[in-house]
Structure formats: C-alpha cells, structure tokens
C-alpha cells in the first residue's frame, strides 16, 4: 500500500512539474496570438487574467487586451472591475471600442446619459458613416437612450432616423414600437396607433404592439378592439422581447396584460 502511495505521489509530482513548465513556456515562449486566444476563451479564470496582465504588461498599447480582459468582468456583473479596463481599450482606440461602453453603458447600466455621449463622440469620429454599436444602428440606440430618460420628442427623432437609415422592410420593429410608445407619452394616440400598426404589420407577433393598441384602445373607450390585442399579446406572449442578461425599456410582462385585463372587467 506504502509503495502504491509512493508511486502516486510520483506520478502526482511530475504531472505538477510538467504542467508547470507548460504554463510558464506557453506564458514567456508563445507567440502573442497564441496567448491572446488561450486567454480569451479561458473567460476569467485564474489562468487567464495571469496571462492578460503579462501581455498588458508586454503590448500596453495593445487595445484588445484590455477589452477581451473586461469582457468576462463584465458578464458576471464586476462593472467596477470591467470598465476599468474597458476605458483603457476606449482610451486606446475609440472608434473601436466607445460604441460597445455606450452599449453596455445603455442596456447595463441604465447610464442614459453616459450611454448617448458614447454615441455621439462615436459618430463625430465616423463622418458618413452610419455605425452599429455591438450590432445595432446607433439611432436606434440613442433613440432608446432618450426614451429612457423620457425626452420622447428626441427619441422619436432618432427612432425614424433608424427606420430612415435602414428601411423599412429591415429595421429592427422595436423601433416602430419605441416610436408608438414615445407618441402614446406625449398624448398623441393617432400618431401612436400607425406606429404600432406598421410593427404589426412586419410581424403579428408583436407583443409590445398589440399591448400598446389596447391601452390605447382601453383609454379610447373601445372595449371590443382593447380586447382583441390584449388576446394576441397574451396569444403571443412567448414572441416577446427579451434577453438572458438584462431587462428592456418597453420589456412586457404577463402582469402587465393581466393588469389592463382587469381594468377591462
């Protein structure tokens, strides 16, 4: 039994022994590339933050560490942690990295204003072109910067501007709904109904526009209309907006069908 505790013991030693060796080889020896990608897909381990710190430390200027570093804090919530590094990549090369902190500033953070200085420092540095933070056109994005700090009039600007840039048949629908929601802010149901109908009009399963219609509807005194929508939102409900990772501005929920339901009774 000794002998066989022996031989692990060994065999356990040289595992921790080669390993080691590996590790510090693959850290000083390896071609940066090499490095960067180990490094990005370990997503935030020990490992992994070990080797992002000696290639800041060997490229400083090297912008994409830094943002690969802040992606993984980020993800679980370490925003302190994460933009730290994330500023760094901006400060290195905005034009790359300023429409993901403005994104991430938005839909994270709820930094509404932080969010739009972001996008419109990122289009200052892009003349004539229109960008996609993380993907989505940038007035889409500002237009819900603006909803979210509810100046309606200037989120409408910028939601037509998105449906403007990309057309209609191909701009995001939240951008008809966003519209129809800032108009129903402001009072102005008519306006809010063509924004909600071109919605549905691209796709019966928007929940958010049929739950717009029927408020509307509701507050008109068109019970029978009222009920229709609020039929399909609940029809539809699992077409809904949403996200793993955080909540939208016009998110709908099942209470809040209930809730106008009940006001219908």
């Known amino acids: 039994m000794k002998k ?15 390993y080691s060796v590996f590790v510090i080889s693959f850290l000083f020896f390896s071609n940066k590339e090499k490095r960067y990608d180990f490094a990005s897909h370990l997503q935030g ?44 990549a901006v400060a290195l090369d905005p034009k790359m990295h300023l429409g993901y902190r403005g994104y991430m500033k938005l839909r994270f953070l709820r930094d509404f204003k932080g969010a739009l200085k972001d996008f419109n420092r990122l289009d200052t540095l892009t003349p004539n072109f229109v960008d996609s933070p993380w993907g989505e056109d940038i007035d889409f994005l500002r237009g819900e910067a ?3 700090l509810k100046k309606y009039d200037k989120a409408i600007t910028h939601f037509v501007k998105s449906i403007e840039n990309q057309g209609e048949g191909w701009v995001d629908i939240q951008a008809f709904v966003y519209t129809g929601l800032s108009e129903y802010k402001l009072g102005n149901f008519e306006k809010a109904k063509i924004q909600f109908e071109k919605a549905l009009s691209q796709s019966k399963y928007t929940v958010e526009a049929h739950l717009g219609l029927a408020k509307i509807y509701l507050e008109t005194g068109d019970l029978t209309k009222s009920k229709f929508h609020l039929d399909k939102a609940e029809k539809y409900y699992s077409y809904k907006r949403n996200d793993p990772y955080n909540e939208y501005l016009n998110e709908v929920y099942e209470s809040d069908i209930a809730k106008l339901k009940s006001s219908e009774a």
């Open 45 to 88: 381990d020990y490992l992994s933050q070990s080797m992002f710190e000696i290639l800041k430390f060997q490229y400083p200027e090297n912008d994409e560490i830094y943002f690969e570093q802040s992606v993984p804090y980020n993800k679980r919530g370490f925003y302190k942690e994460g933009f730290q590094l994330l500023n760094k």
């Open 146 to 148: 603006y909803f979210g």
């Open 4 to 18: 066989i505790f022996k031989i692990l013991k060994i065999l356990l030693t040289v595992i921790f022994t080669s």
